[in-house]
Nanobody, 124 residues
Framework: QVQLVESGGGLVQAGGSLRLSCAAS????????MGWFRQAPGKEREFVAA????????YYVDSVKGRFTISRDNAQKTVTLQMNSLKPEDTAVYYC?????????????????WGQGTQVTVSS
């Protein structure tokens, strides 16, 4: 069983930055592919970013490329999403997710465990 707890959400003006963190309570954190998803009101949950087991590979949805950076610290069992140049359309609840395999890293079904989410609100 993996428990994931997100933190770092909040309210920020357009153009600002936020740093989301996800802490995992599992001994074998390095065995999990990690991802961030988001869900805006009235919309489906969508992929944002993912990172491979040792952090050697990262993946992003086109809309956040160049603005968001995903990273992980396997010793601390954390994954971080640095979000810069935020836009109002980035407003959503952001979820951390963990999966055993990399297949479907951009799919909800590709992950086995989910956090409860943290709200990010970007004002114009």
């Amino acid at each position: 069983q993996v428990q994931l707890v997100e933190s770092g959400g909040g309210l920020v003006q357009a153009g600002g930055s936020l740093r989301l963190s996800c802490a995992a309570s599992v001994r074998t954190f390095s065995m999990y592919f990690m991802g961030w998803f988001r869900q805006a009101p009235g919309k489906e949950r969508e992929f944002v970013a993912a990172i491979s087991w040792r952090g050697g590979s990262t993946y992003y949805v086109d809309s956040v490329k160049g603005r968001f950076t995903i990273s992980r610290d396997n010793a601390q069992k954390t994954v971080t999403l640095q979000m810069n140049s935020l836009k109002p359309e980035d407003t959503a609840v952001y979820y951390c997710a963990a999966g055993r395999t990399s297949g479907g890293y951009d799919l909800i079904t590709g992950y086995d465990y989910w956090g409860q989410g943290t709200q990010v609100t970007v004002s114009s």
